[in-house]
């Protein structure tokens, strides 16, 4: 039984059994059955879920048996949660598991079929670390002329051009596309950079101009597209001080339909709560506004902040990302903090779809760390969906008896606490570990030895 730890413990109600080595060797590696590997060049497994200490006797009378090349415990490998995109190491808010604990949070979901619109200066959406990722209307012919699904935009198939009202969303000035990068470059494909969300589906609303300046009226407009469209999340890497009833009402519009609608705190250094920008300082209930971090956790020098509007922290500096024409390119601002929270509500959203909108939203600042000038903190991933998969993890060592029950909500987690269970032990015999995602609320899952 070979298995995928991501996909197995995302998988609502699945769980996965590994029989970890009580051996002396240093590795945690588990194993499950026996491999036979047959003169004829197939491979079978026989005795899955045997007790290690009986598999090599079963792999030893295996291997005399006629037509049987070798035996051999069967072992088990986990996949590791780095993309392996060859800039990833140059990605200090996805490479160090303790920024916003992406390797974790990955072990659990790297994404799925949530749609988020990038309201901005539009997407290069033939970027090859875009394309696989960006969102199709499904319901629009594309180029011929006729408003197909009859939403008032014509030949809309990949969003729309609030800027010069044309089906043409592409980038003119870069910002979209460096935003649409950080929540979700295709992960694991060999190219460039890894998103936060691997995968996901990137809807490009242009409302800025070549520039990167917008108006209330292109960005109102651009909100209600997105939401009659499908949207779940909304990111408005975008901020002025200037008030509009216009951008105000489409942002509660989006609220009242269960969007969340995700803004940068802006880049003036100074309280929000004292000198309001917009749309941080709206007060719509799925309104987060997200202020930016430097490496090290403090806050950027450039970010905007404001425990009454502030909602949540995110690395802003230094951010390498997308960049039009196929390259990429390093950008500062609470415009690369934005899409990091995104990108968390995206793979919350995968994992957990039946939360809806609220649960996300509350499993972001329940989880958040504190110690930042914003209301909630710096965003947890791999605990805000910790907290929504309820992953518990038990384990009953057979000779002593004793019972060890942790929470874990990654193989990878579940492996080390085996481990040193096992050497605290001294790895007298067999410890078996069962770890389901199942319920909202951590629910011990039955587990032991015989
Ligand atoms: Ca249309
Ligand atoms: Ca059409
Ligand atoms: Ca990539």
Redesign the pocket.
Known sequence: MLFNPRGALCAVATSIAVVLTAATGASAAGTDGVLIQHTDGSITVEHPNAQLSKLTGFAAKASRRKGVRFAEPNRLYAAASS?G????GDQWSLADDTVIGAGPAWDQTTGGDVTVAVIDSGVDTTHP?LAPNIWTNPREVPGNGVDDDGNGYVDDTQGWNFVNNSPNARDDNGHGTHVAGIIG???????????VA?NVKIMPVKVLDATAVGSAATLAQGIRYAVASGAQVINLSVSGPGYSKAFEDAVQFASDNGVIVVGAAGNDGRSVDASPVYPAAFNAPLMLAVAATAPGGGLASISNYGAGNVELAAPGQDIVSTAMGGGYERRTGTSMATPHVVGALVLLAAARPDLGPVGWRDALLATARKGLPVSGGMINMSGALQSVLGTSFKATLKRTGSSVKRSACSLRRAKAISAAIRKRERGNLYVRAQSSCTSSAPTAVSAGSR
Not at 85 to 88: R, Y
Request: charged residues 15%; proline residues 11%.
């Open positions: 993309p995109d060859p800039l990833f670390d470059a295709k992960g694991g494909n060999g190219i460039g950079v890894a998103g691997w």
